[in-house]
C-alpha cells in the first residue's frame, strides 16, 4: 500500500482540484460539470505523465548531444569553458527525471481518465 501513497495523493489532490473549480466557474456543484472538470484536470495530468515518461526514456537525449556537438564545432561560443563546469550527463534529460514522479503521475491520470470516461457514459 505505501507504494501507491502518492497515486492515492494526487487523485485526492485533483478531485479536490476539480471540485474547487467547480465551485469558482459555475458557482454550483452539479455531477456533470463535476465529471468534466475532472476529466479535463486528469488529462492534463495524464499527458504530462506521458511527457515525463517519454522524456525518461530518453527520447531526447540524443538531440541534446547533437545539439552540443554542433555549437561545439561552430565554435561560435566557448565551450571549452562551458564543458569545465558541466559534463555530458549533467544535460541528459533522462537521467534528471525520476520514477518515484514518473510512475505515480501517470497512473493517477490513466485512473481518473478512466474513471471519468466510464462515469461519463453512464450518465
Request: overall charge positive; hydrophobic content about 55%.
Amino acid at each position: 500500500m505505501k507504494r501507491y501513497r502518492t497515486t492515492f495523493y494526487l487523485v485526492i489532490i485533483t478531485i479536490l482540484l476539480s471540485v474547487i473549480f467547480n465551485f469558482i466557474f459555475f458557482h454550483s456543484l452539479s455531477l456533470l460539470a463535476l465529471v468534466n472538470t475532472l476529466f479535463y484536470l486528469s488529462l492534463a495530468l495524464f499527458l504530462f505523465g506521458l511527457l515525463l515518461y517519454v522524456l525518461k526514456g530518453g527520447f531526447f537525449d540524443a538531440i541534446v548531444l547533437s545539439f552540443r556537438r554542433f555549437i561545439k564545432k561552430s565554435g561560435k561560443t566557448r565551450m571549452e569553458d562551458f564543458d569545465e563546469h558541466h559534463s555530458d550527463s549533467n544535460f541528459l534529460l533522462s537521467e534528471r527525471i525520476s520514477n518515484r514522479l514518473t510512475r505515480p503521475v501517470l497512473g493517477a491520470g490513466f485512473f481518473l481518465v478512466f474513471v471519468t470516461t466510464v462515469i461519463a457514459f453512464l450518465l
